[in-house]
């Protein structure tokens, strides 16, 4: 059998460097952040055409709440925007839409809204979108490991049994495969505590063009570098 050159399945973006993009050119930080909202259509959209079945993109972490308040609630206006905005184009073009991360702390209107686009887009199956939005991969697991507690608990799950299968079956991404490429832009090179257990054998591709910079054509520069990697999780090659 020859290798045949396969793509990521499950591709997870930081998507990183709105704000310097819009300091580059002297407008409000927002404005980035709105440009990135927008280049988010494109990329989705060339998934299909690459192979990728899922694709993960990190929209607000648990950490993003220390920035001003007008930055905040622009980005959750701007969430808002994007759900009621795109919604009719995702189900279109066969996208299913999943949200990841701790809801509690966001507002009402939001969380329906998110509801709403997850109802209307479950019978999606060509792309499947993940918008992690208030998540942190800590705060992923420690959300986990109280439910796992529980279950124990209540005498529904055995201690001894617990091994590394069963704590992803708590984790908000249950349903996902395992990223096989985390790409983050902007430059920098960290994880930002996005998806720390699932990404324990992802490949990583750091790049430094800024988030709304980030075409379909650098997406599929990324994409060729990946093909060219040798993925051995711990093994050898036969
Ligand atoms: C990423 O862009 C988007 C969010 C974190 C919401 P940034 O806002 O972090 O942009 P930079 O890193 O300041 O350029
Ligand atoms: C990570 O970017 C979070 C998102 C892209 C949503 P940040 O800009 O928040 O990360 P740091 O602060 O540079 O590590
Ligand atoms: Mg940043």
Known sequence: MTDAPTGPRHVAIIMDGNGRWAQQRGRPRLLGHRAGARRV???VEA??????????????STENWKRTQAEVSGLMTLFR???????QNLLKEGVRVRFIGDRVRLDKKLRDLMHWIEALTAHNAKVNLTIALNYGGRDEVARATKRLARD??????????VCDETLPRYLDTHVLPDPDLVIRTSGEARISNFLLWQSAY??????DTLWPDFT?????EVLARYGGRDRRFGGVRA
């Open 47 to 60: 998934c299909p055409d690459f192979g990728v079945e899922y694709v993960t993109i990190f929209a607000f």
């Open 216 to 220: 379909r054509a650098r997406f599929e």
């Open 81 to 87: 925007r994007y759900i009621e905005g795109e919604a």
């Open 152 to 161: 124990v608990a209540a005498g529904r799950l055995d201690p001894e049994d």
């Open 41 to 43: 259509r494109e990329i």
């Open 202 to 207: 992802a490949e990583y591709e750091f790049v």
